[in-house]
């Protein structure tokens, strides 16, 4: 089970921090993940965490932008993104694999969040 936390409504410029709690994370959760989905758009790969490495992969349009970490005692993922452009508005979904190794296909992510919003103000 994933919860993700955090969002709401944020300034243009300003700083985005998420967090995803994965109550149900094990020995076979290889990775998780962030995406988010425009309205009226597809899911979009935001980033993604190896669970063990701590390894990062980010989407072509926050790299520079975005830090995702993982705490695995707590089994938590983080997000946090900084100056945030109105177009980074959508709903932010935590999604978990068992698949081994860098990917951005939401297909190879087998469990997800409920989702969150985040709206950029300007």
């Known amino acids: 089970r994933l919860r993700e936390s955090g969002g709401g409504l944020v300034q243009a410029g300003g700083l985005l921090r998420l967090s995803c709690t994965a109550s149900?994370?094990?020995?076979?959760?290889?990775?998780m993940a962030w995406f988010r989905q425009a309205p009226g758009e597809g899911r979009e790969f935001v980033s993604q965490?190896?669970?063990?490495?701590?390894?990062?992969y980010y989407g072509d349009s926050v790299r520079g932008r975005c830090t995702i970490t993982r705490d695995v005692a707590k089994k938590t993922m983080y997000l946090e993104m900084i100056s945030l452009k109105l177009e980074d508005t959508g709903v932010y979904y935590c999604?978990?694999?068992?698949?081994?190794?860098?990917?951005?296909?939401?297909?190879?992510?087998?469990?997800w969040g409920h989702g969150i919003q985040v709206t950029v103000s300007s």
């Open positions: 999604a978990a694999s068992t698949y081994v190794g860098y990917t951005k296909n939401e297909t190879d992510f087998d469990s």
């Open positions: 149900d994370a094990t020995d076979n959760t290889h990775s």
């Open positions: 965490v190896l669970w063990k490495s701590g390894g990062t």
